[in-house]
Protein backbone atom coordinates (compact mmCIF):
# COMPACT_ATOMS: atom_id res chain seq x y z
CA UNK A 1 0.00 0.00 0.00
CA UNK A 2 1.25 3.38 -1.22
CA UNK A 3 2.70 5.64 2.18
CA UNK A 4 1.31 9.48 1.34
CA UNK A 5 3.94 12.05 1.32
CA UNK A 6 2.84 15.44 1.37
CA UNK A 7 5.33 18.13 -0.31
CA UNK A 8 4.46 21.11 0.10
CA UNK A 9 6.62 24.89 -1.39
CA UNK A 10 6.47 28.38 -0.07
CA UNK A 11 6.69 31.72 -0.99
CA UNK A 12 8.01 32.52 -4.73
CA UNK A 13 8.74 28.91 -5.32
CA UNK A 14 5.93 29.27 -8.94
CA UNK A 15 8.83 31.39 -9.99
CA UNK A 16 11.45 28.66 -9.96
CA UNK A 17 13.11 28.56 -14.07
CA UNK A 18 12.85 32.46 -13.70
CA UNK A 19 13.46 34.01 -10.35
CA UNK A 20 17.61 34.48 -9.60
CA UNK A 21 18.67 31.17 -11.68
CA UNK A 22 22.39 31.38 -10.30
CA UNK A 23 20.76 31.08 -6.82
CA UNK A 24 17.99 28.78 -7.93
CA UNK A 25 18.62 27.30 -10.78
CA UNK A 26 16.86 26.60 -14.10
CA UNK A 27 13.99 23.80 -13.00
CA UNK A 28 10.86 25.09 -12.79
CA UNK A 29 8.08 24.27 -10.22
CA UNK A 30 6.92 21.73 -12.58
CA UNK A 31 9.95 19.64 -13.01
CA UNK A 32 10.59 19.65 -9.47
CA UNK A 33 6.96 17.94 -9.30
CA UNK A 34 7.51 15.86 -12.27
CA UNK A 35 10.83 14.59 -10.18
CA UNK A 36 8.65 14.17 -6.64
CA UNK A 37 6.14 12.32 -8.90
CA UNK A 38 8.98 9.94 -10.49
CA UNK A 39 10.42 9.40 -6.89
CA UNK A 40 7.52 8.58 -5.67
CA UNK A 41 6.59 5.79 -8.02
CA UNK A 42 9.53 3.95 -7.60
CA UNK A 43 9.42 4.05 -3.90
CA UNK A 44 5.95 3.61 -3.82
CA UNK A 45 4.83 7.15 -2.04
CA UNK A 46 1.29 8.48 -3.08
CA UNK A 47 3.00 12.44 -3.53
CA UNK A 48 0.56 15.51 -2.92
CA UNK A 49 2.49 18.46 -4.27
CA UNK A 50 1.35 21.73 -3.57
CA UNK A 51 2.77 25.74 -3.66
CA UNK A 52 1.33 28.57 -2.07
CA UNK A 53 2.40 31.94 -1.31
CA UNK A 54 0.33 32.18 1.95
CA UNK A 55 1.44 31.39 5.07
CA UNK A 56 -2.10 30.44 6.37
CA UNK A 57 -2.58 28.25 3.46
CA UNK A 58 0.60 26.34 4.15
CA UNK A 59 -0.15 25.74 7.72
CA UNK A 60 -3.78 24.95 6.89
CA UNK A 61 -1.86 21.99 4.54
CA UNK A 62 0.45 20.73 7.00
CA UNK A 63 -2.53 20.54 9.38
CA UNK A 64 -4.12 18.32 6.62
CA UNK A 65 -0.87 16.39 6.34
CA UNK A 66 -1.09 15.70 9.70
CA UNK A 67 -4.14 14.25 9.35
CA UNK A 68 -3.76 12.05 6.54
CA UNK A 69 -0.75 11.55 5.12
CA UNK A 70 2.80 9.77 6.78
CA UNK A 71 5.59 12.32 5.88
CA UNK A 72 6.02 16.13 4.92
CA UNK A 73 8.46 17.31 2.72
CA UNK A 74 8.22 21.41 3.26
CA UNK A 75 10.33 24.23 1.06
CA UNK A 76 9.25 26.91 3.29
CA UNK A 77 11.03 29.47 1.07
CA UNK A 78 11.51 32.46 2.97
CA UNK A 79 8.93 31.57 5.52
CA UNK A 80 11.86 29.49 6.91
CA UNK A 81 13.20 32.34 8.44
CA UNK A 82 9.78 34.33 10.03
CA UNK A 83 7.30 31.81 10.70
CA UNK A 84 6.59 30.62 13.86
CA UNK A 85 2.97 29.33 12.86
CA UNK A 86 4.79 26.61 10.57
CA UNK A 87 6.98 25.66 13.21
CA UNK A 88 3.86 25.19 15.74
CA UNK A 89 1.49 23.57 12.79
CA UNK A 90 4.61 20.69 12.00
CA UNK A 91 4.96 20.14 15.52
CA UNK A 92 1.24 19.80 16.17
CA UNK A 93 0.96 17.44 12.86
CA UNK A 94 3.34 14.96 14.55
CA UNK A 95 4.40 13.18 10.98
CA UNK A 96 8.30 12.87 9.99
CA UNK A 97 9.16 16.24 8.20
CA UNK A 98 12.04 16.96 5.99
CA UNK A 99 12.93 20.57 5.36
CA UNK A 100 14.26 21.31 1.84
CA UNK A 101 15.94 24.37 0.47
CA UNK A 102 17.48 24.46 -3.35
CA UNK A 103 20.46 26.35 -2.36
CA UNK A 104 22.76 26.47 0.71
CA UNK A 105 21.27 28.69 2.85
CA UNK A 106 24.11 28.77 5.33
CA UNK A 107 26.41 30.04 2.40
CA UNK A 108 23.92 33.51 1.77
CA UNK A 109 22.83 36.14 3.87
CA UNK A 110 22.82 36.37 7.53
CA UNK A 111 19.09 36.36 7.53
CA UNK A 112 18.88 32.53 5.94
CA UNK A 113 20.90 31.35 8.48
CA UNK A 114 18.07 30.87 11.20
CA UNK A 115 15.38 28.61 10.61
CA UNK A 116 12.14 28.01 12.54
CA UNK A 117 11.69 25.05 10.98
CA UNK A 118 14.30 23.41 11.60
CA UNK A 119 13.75 22.76 14.94
CA UNK A 120 10.46 20.66 14.45
CA UNK A 121 12.23 18.55 11.14
CA UNK A 122 13.46 15.07 11.37
CA UNK A 123 16.45 16.68 9.12
CA UNK A 124 17.14 19.10 6.59
CA UNK A 125 18.39 19.03 2.79
CA UNK A 126 19.84 22.21 1.27
CA UNK A 127 22.22 23.04 -1.22
CA UNK A 128 21.40 20.32 -3.72
CA UNK A 129 18.74 21.87 -6.03
CA UNK A 130 16.07 19.55 -7.07
CA UNK A 131 18.32 16.61 -6.27
CA UNK A 132 17.08 17.67 -2.68
CA UNK A 133 13.71 16.96 -2.64
CA UNK A 134 14.64 13.31 -4.43
CA UNK A 135 16.95 13.22 -0.98
CA UNK A 136 13.90 13.64 0.81
CA UNK A 137 11.69 11.60 -0.33
CA UNK A 138 14.79 8.84 0.25
CA UNK A 139 14.61 9.44 3.51
CA UNK A 140 11.13 9.62 4.44
CA UNK A 141 10.66 6.47 2.80
CA UNK A 142 13.11 4.38 5.13
CA UNK A 143 11.82 6.27 8.17
CA UNK A 144 8.31 5.46 7.78
CA UNK A 145 9.45 2.09 6.21
CA UNK A 146 12.58 0.78 8.34
Known sequence: MSASIYVLNGPNLNRLGTREPSTYGTATLADIERLCRDVGEDLDLDI???QSNHEGV???W???AGDVAQGL???PAA???TSVALHDAIRAAQI???EVHLSNVHAREAFRHRSYVSPVALGVICGFGPTGYRLA???LSTVIRP
Open 58 to 60: LVD
Open 79 to 81: YTH
Open 48 to 50: EFR
Open 73 to 75: VIN
Open 62 to 64: IQE
Open 137 to 139: LEA
Open 96 to 98: PTV
